[in-house]
Structures are given as C-alpha cells and as structure tokens.
C-alpha cells in the first residue's frame, strides 16, 4: 500500500473519530449539565473560538502548503517552519492578551468559565499540526489525537457528575486540547534544525496568510455567529438546543464532506495532467454519490429527529428535534457546494469564488440572525443558517455553470430525490402506529435503509461497487487457473 492510500485511510479514520466520539459523550453530558449548562458552554466557546480563529490566521492552509513544497530539503524546512510559526508565537500571544483583558475588564456573562475557555486559545502557541500534514505525516497527528480524545472521554465521565461539574467539563476540555499538541514537539527534531530566523522572514509570511484566512474567518463566523447571538440576545437555554441540533447534523456531515477531503489531492493532480476527461467523469460522480447519500439522509433526519433527540439528549432537549429537522436542510448545501468547492474552485485555483461565497454567506446569516433571532429564537437562528448555507451553494454552482454541466448531473441524479421521498412516506407512517420510541426508531431506520437500497440498487451495483466487473475478474482469474 502506497503512502497516499495510507494518508487517505489514516484521514477517513480521524473523521471516524470525530464522529463516534460524540456519540458517546453527547447523551451524557446532555442529561448530567442539562440545557443551561450545554448552552452555556457553546456560548462561552463560540466567543473564545473567535481568537482561535485570529491567532492562527489562515496558517493551517498556508503552513502546510508551503511545508509540502520545500520539505526535500531539511534546512529550508527547518527556515520555513520556524518563520510561520513565530508568526504564529506572536500573534497568539497578542490574541490571549486581547481576550482575557475583555474577560477582566468587562462585564462579561459566565466568566469563571470563559476564563477557562481561554486555555484553548493557549492551544495555538504549541499546535504545529500544519508542519506535519506539509510533511504528509497523518499517522502522527491521528494516534495522537485518538489516545488524547479517549483520555478526555474517560476523564468527563469520571469527574463530571452534575450541573456544578460544568467549570471541570470545561477545563477537561480545554487541557486536552493543550496536551495533545506536546507529543508533536517531542519529535520536532526529527524533521527540523532550530536556526536563528530574522524579522524579514517572520514577516513575509503574514499576506499570503491573510488571503487564506478571509474564507477560514468568513465560513467560521457564520458557522458559529449562531450561537453567539443566540446567548446574547435569547439566553443559554436556546443555545443548549441549538448546539446538540448541530452536532446531530455535523454526525452524518462527517462522512459526506470526507469525500472532499480524499478527493481534492486526486483532483488537483488531474488538474495538473490536463486529463479533462477524467475530470468530468470524476465531477459527475461524485455529484451523483453525495445526492444518493445527503437526500435520504436530510428527511431521515426530519422523520426521526422528535423521537431521536428525546432519547439521545433527554426529555429537556424536546425542541431539539424540531431544530434537526430545519438543519437537516443543510446537509444536501453543504454537500453540494462541498463538491464544487474541493473538486472544482481550490484545485482550479478559483479563490475569487470561493471567498465571495463564504463572505456571501455570513453577510445574510448575520442579517437574518438579527432579525429572526428575537422573533423566533433558535429556530430562527436554523432558518438563517438553511438560507446562508444555500446561498454558498447557489454562488458556487452558478459560478462554475460554463465549466461543468452540474445542472444536467443534477437532474440526472433526480431519481435519488424520488427515491427519497418515497423512502420519507413509507417510514413516517410508522409516527401514527402507538409503540416504544426506541423500536419505532430502530425500525424506521432499518426499513428505511432497506427500502432505499432496494429503490436504488441499479446505481449500487453498476456505479458503487460495480458488481459486475468483479464478477467478471472473478471468472477470468478462475479460466486463467484452470
């Protein structure tokens, strides 16, 4: 095995992680911090997460870019990593002095706990994740992350026990994020030498930096803007629902935009090579699989997500479910806009329309929010998020309109939306039969995956697994032997 499918294998296992780790912990800390305290927690997060963004500026794009290009040769690394990272150092330290001065100075709402949100902007002075993916070492950063994650699992289940354990959540959360960039400098030698670097150096780096960093900032405000306005103008409670509404959205998200993730260093080299061909192929392919997989998905979601959010988050988070069902939306946006964004605007170098698009977006979230957000709460702040999340999705397939026919790979990908559909009235039938939530559940699921799999398996056999040729390897391999 060749160290690009390792790398690709080594990624879709960190998106594993991400996905089933919350999972675990998600219906504890629900029902042992309750709303007030989730919601306290993602609005105290949400303000902090901002100088997260800022202290590292576009560097994790940069950084490891510009590490990929020069890590042949070990004295040019060794000048290049240590320049970006005291640029880095510098701004960092800047955003921690700026946030806790508005923590002290002003009246702030929670503040024993934002104070220990603040240890996770700490986590910008020692992450140097950038180096190691420039350098193709995914291994590293995803065993890392995996013992640390679990560490931190066994720790919230071990101190945190009721609502008043919300400041030890936080500060379980915030240390592990700390702690789990010190594996990476313990073998920093290995790869660099530390060499005296001038100011001219550190400098130079800063512009290329900020033009990464207006897409990061622009899809990360208005991904988290949500919350922050939520507690500001409404209350933790509403960002308590919100917040777990998200995480049972980000779940199946996880595996939909890792396609993005595999996909977009074979894009690029297709790029490279001129093979048109290949592209469209690749394109209309991909296009087809996250239709056959978002769309089901999203009205899954809607016919399950009352039952579900009561028996994974509790009876306290009821309105959750309604919430699901709103973001569920968000999930074929996302996926689409994931597609042209990974496959088509970075490998061809298209910027322009990528950065209008996010900055598109968070213009009309942060308009809506103000408006809808005193009128209708977090379901509000839902309906904002479907209508920025479409607007993205609308730019980006019209600017590409002239270099791919997405249009007609949409309508060909229709069938995914009748199957769907078809799949959403057979399962929601079930809502009127009098059972155990958990059986309905279960059996909504299973017969909605079976029905779906059944109305689609033409594209299964010929265009997932392509049952066919295998068969058809299969009888020459046995003809050869014989």
């Known amino acids: 095995m060749n160290q690009v499918k390792k790398n690709y294998i080594y990624n879709v296992a960190y998106q594993l992680l991400v ?86 100075l002003f009246n702030v709402e929670y503040k024993q706990i934002a104070i220990l949100q603040g240890i996770s902007i700490v986590t910008s002075l020692f992450d140097i994740n950038w180096f190691y993916f420039g350098l193709e070492k995914f291994k590293i950063t995803v065993f890392r992350n995996l013992i640390i994650k679990i560490l931190s699992l066994i720790c919230i289940f071990i101190f945190v026990k009721t609502a008043e354990d919300l400041h030890i959540y936080t500060l379980i959360l915030s240390l592990s994020s700390v702690v789990s960039c010190f594996p990476l400098w313990i073998m920093i030698k290995k790869y660099i030498k530390f060499t005296k670097i001038s100011l001219k150096n550190v400098i130079e780096h800063i512009k290329p930096c900020l033009v990464l960093f207006i897409p990061v900032i622009s899809y990360s405000i208005y991904k988290v803007m949500d919350k922050t306005m939520l507690g500001s103008l409404i209350g933790a409670n509403e960002v308590g629902y919100y917040e777990n509404a998200t995480k049972i959205i980000n779940i199946p998200l996880g595996f939909i935009t890792a396609l993005g993730t595999v996909m977009l260093p074979r894009m690029s080299n297709i790029v490279a090579n001129g093979d048109k061909n290949q592209f469209d192929i690749l394109i209309k392919k991909s296009i087809n699989f996250v239709m056959f997989i978002s769309i089901p998905i999203c009205l899954g979601i809607c016919a399950i997500s009352d039952d579900f959010s009561i028996l994974f988050f509790g009876s306290e988070f009821e309105k959750t479910g309604i919430l699901c069902s709103y973001l569920s939306l968000t999930i074929i946006f996302i996926a689409m806009a994931n597609v042209v964004r990974t496959q088509f605007l970075i490998p061809k170098e298209r910027d322009r329309e990528y950065i209008i698009s996010t900055i598109c977006g968070a213009i009309i979230n942060l308009i809506l929010n103000l408006y809808l957000i005193p009128k209708y709460e977090s379901i509000g702040a839902c309906i904002s998020t479907v209508i920025a999340e479409a607007t993205v999705m609308i730019y980006q397939v019209f600017s590409v309109r002239k270099d791919i026919t997405i249009m007609k790979y949409i309508k060909e990908g ?34 909605g995956v079976l029905i779906y799999l059944l109305l689609n398996i033409k594209y299964i056999n010929n265009d997932i697994f392509n049952i066919k040729s295998y068969i058809n390897k299969f009888r020459i391999k046995k003809a050869t032997k014989m």
């Open 19 to 104: 996905i089933l780790l919350p999972i675990i912990t998600v219906p504890y800390v629900s029902r042992v911090l309750g709303v007030e305290g989730v919601g306290i927690y993602s609005y105290t997060y949400s303000i902090a997460y901002y100088f997260i963004l800022f202290s590292m500026l576009g560097i994790n794009n940069y950084g490891s870019r510009y590490i990929a290009k020069v890590r042949d040769n070990k004295e040019e690394t060794s000048r290049v990593f240590l320049s970006i990272y005291y640029m880095q150092l510098i701004i960092t330290i800047l955003c921690i002095i700026i946030y806790y001065s508005y923590v002290f």
């Open 414 to 447: 229709s069938r995914f939306i009748v199957n769907s559909i078809i799949m959403f009235i057979l399962i929601i039938g079930f809502d009127f039969i009098k059972m155990n939530s958990i059986i309905r559940i279960l059996v909504q699921v299973s017969i």
